[in-house]
T-cell receptor, first 118, second 113 residues
């Protein structure tokens, strides 16, 4: 398995532009998470999906941020319009949960997208 | 609510030194506990986990024991290497909470030759 795949790896954009980050989770994983990492705030959970349905978006900072998961193999995080304070590394992670055994197998993270808004 | 607190870094050690990174948690019920490692420029990778009290997770020479009486899950390694330099995150999955993890703030480890 290729793991969780994120694109692009790096993105530099000007303030006010729209930015779209992409994620392909591991096949068979039914949970997908978007995190943001900064020096100041550490790792923040933005939103997560279960079976393509958004479950908790309370971490999305404001209306400029939106996330979708149109199918089990693809998700996007969009920022419109972008601002310099959005500069961070954005991680996507996926995981599976064994409901019969009530066992979680941990998250698998992608390599992240480093976003710089100038 | 559920939360994780880990020691602030950076931690700087010489090669072959003993490592301890402290992690304590607050949770109701019976959480599962994890350590993740992040190497420069990469995402977080699962290092080890423990799902019930007194379990010991281990991997790559690292160990952590789930101590319910002290609500702790300290990470240890007997002899660190330069290649262990990374940021280490303690994480908790609450009992009954299918899949939402709570991560600590991370502890940066620098190992000098």
């Amino acid at each position: 398995d290729a793991g969780v795949i994120q694109s692009p790896r790096h993105e530099v954009t000007e303030m006010g532009q729209e930015v779209t980050l992409r994620c392909k989770p591991i096949s068979g994983h039914d949970y997908l998470f978007w995190y943001r990492q900064t020096m100041m705030r550490g790792l923040e959970l933005l939103i997560y999906f279960n079976n393509n349905v958004p479950i908790d978006d309370s971490g999305m900072p404001e209306d400029r941020f939106s996330a979708k998961m149109p199918n089990a193999s693809f998700s996007t995080l969009k920022i419109q319009p972008s601002e310099p304070r959005d500069s961070a590394v954005y991680f996507c992670a996926s995981s599976s949960f064994n409901y019969r055994r009530q066992e979680n197998y941990g998250y698998t993270f992608g390599s992240g997208t480093r976003l710089t808004v100038v | 609510g559920d939360s994780v607190t880990q020691m602030e870094g950076p931690v700087t050690l010489s090669e072959e030194a003993f490592l301890t990174i402290n992690c304590t948690y607050t949770a109701t019920g019976y959480p599962s506990l994890f350590w993740y490692v992040q190497y420069p420029g990469e995402g977080l990778q699962l290092l080890l986990k423990a799902t019930k009290a007194d379990d010991k997770g281990s991997n790559k020479g690292f160990e952590a024991t789930y101590r319910k009486e002290t609500t702790s899950f300290h990470l240890e390694k007997g002899s660190v290497q330069v290649s262990d330099s990374a940021v280490y995150f303690c994480a908790l999955k609450g009992w009954g909470n299918f899949n939402k993890f709570y991560f600590g703030s991370g502890t940066k480890l620098n190992v000098k030759p």
